[in-house]
């Protein structure tokens, strides 16, 4: 039952191709961001569409995956867990965000929807 304490789920598109890094030893990083979509009608009727994004970070075999498939644009499945971590900014003040670490990739733009293997 632990594993669905914290699971998230999105399905959006690529804001930017992965950021890729490579450390020590070979295992792999890649940062992308997500964009995910909603629609309804205000109170005059008028149809809104709220976009939010979301940063999603790929280790290992996932991010090796990204690397070599994921573009700006794709339409994507992202299955993961959110993690909060701070970090320095370049202005030297601390700050916090928020992360979705994948578990699971799928790309669903094409004839055949391409998986990356399970972290």
Do not use: C
Request: glycine share 10%; aromatic share 8%.
């Amino acid at each position: 039952m632990n594993i669905l304490r914290n699971k998230v789920s999105l399905i959006g598109r690529l804001g930017a191709d992965p950021q890729v890094y490579v450390y020590d030893g070979g295992r792999k990083r890649a940062r992308f961001t997500v964009a995910t979509n909603d629609t309804y009608r205000n109170a005059k009727g008028e149809k809104i569409v709220d976009t939010q994004w979301h940063n999603v970070v790929a280790w290992g075999s996932s991010a090796g995956f990204a690397e070599k498939y994921l573009k700006k644009g794709m339409e994507v499945v992202v299955e993961g867990r959110l993690v909060y971590r701070e970090y320095e900014a370049r202005d030297g003040v601390r700050r916090q965000t928020a992360e979705v670490v994948v578990d699971r990739l799928l790309i669903l733009q094409g004839r055949r929807m391409r998986q990356a293997a399970e972290a």
